[in-house]
């Protein structure tokens, strides 16, 4: 998960709702958040079809700078990675599906295909790169200069569309599952024999043990667990043993959809990519 070190945060039942950043690509062209880093007190926005990057100050959230990208066509995530000082993005380019791996400044330092399939992003504390592919219901772990490490294919324990995934300290992974249509909105624990640990979920719905597309997720250094419920405009929060606490933030505190979250566990900030027509922005939510 590559975080800073810090021992451990508790999490407020009221949320601060501390900055809403507009970045000019949803201001201007309407365009949606795909990824939110932190790297070097800095924060990352890489927004839908744009090939620039917007980077802010991640105290103060006053904006730094841009940098293009030439290489960066179709984002679909962006994470960093604090001990190789760098970003992944994951990215469509026509028929080519790739990661590329930046610096801060938007330096391309590598880039590898993916075998056509592109998906969300995270990164372990080995400092791997973990890619979970939608379509596919497949995940693929990559070495950071782009080595495949495993893949897993996740239909074969009844994962299917997964949304992200975030590799734990055991080697097993969370993996959230649910999309529109589909019977099962879920986060289940699945190891690398395809066997689902736990879970939590079944069934789509708005109570305390249900999930409506649950679209990313975020951990913190305790194993507590934080689910973007798209669905149901909030983020739940959930336990290391998958029990469910409580909503962290929601529609009370200004979040329609949440696409993708961030946890700044060092300053207790929690990051919401708020994907709502008209009201694309980043909001940032005191939570410790």
């Known amino acids: ?21 507009k970045t000019e690509a949803g201001l201007k062209r309407g365009k949606s958040i795909k990824g939110i880093a932190l790297l070097n007190n800095e924060l990352f926005i890489v927004s839908h079809s744009e090939s ?17 990208l030439n290489e960066l066509s179709n984002a679909e995530d962006a994470v960093s990675c604090v001990r190789n000082r760098c970003l992944y993005i994951s990215d469509s380019r026509e028929n080519q599906k790739m990661i590329l791996r930046v610096d801060s400044e938007g330096k391309l330092i590598t880039k590898w295909l993916t075998n056509s399939e592109i998906g969300r992003l995270s990164v372990t504390d080995e400092s791997t790169v973990v890619l979970v592919v939608h379509d596919s219901s497949t995940l693929k772990e990559f070495s950071p200069d782009g080595t495949l490490i495993q893949e897993l294919d996740l239909k074969l324990c009844g994962v299917i569309h997964p949304m992200h995934a975030i590799k734990l300290a055991n080697g097993h992974f969370v993996v959230t599952q649910g999309y529109l249509g589909d019977p099962i909105h879920r986060l289940c624990e699945v190891d690398t024999d395809r066997k689902v640990i736990k879970a939590f979920g079944s069934e789509k719905g708005s109570g305390n043990r249900q999930l409506t597309n649950p679209t990313y997720l975020a951990i913190d ?30 529609k009370n505190d200004g979040i329609q959809i949440p696409a993708r979250i961030r946890l700044d566990e060092l300053n207790g900030r929690l990051h919401v990519g708020e994907y709502k027509t008209g009201n694309r922005c980043l909001l940032i939510y005191g939570i410790k």
């Open 221 to 250: 250094r305790e194993g507590s667990i934080m689910v973007a419920d798209a669905g149901n405009g909030r983020v739940v929060l959930l336990g290391s043993n998958f029990e469910f606490k409580r909503e962290i933030a929601s």
């Open 52 to 68: 620039e990057v917007e980077v802010y100050d991640s105290t103060t959230f006053e904006f730094r700078r841009r940098w293009q």
């Open 1 to 21: 998960m590559c975080f800073n070190s810090v021992v451990g945060i508790e999490y407020t039942s009221d949320p601060v709702l501390i900055r809403t950043i």
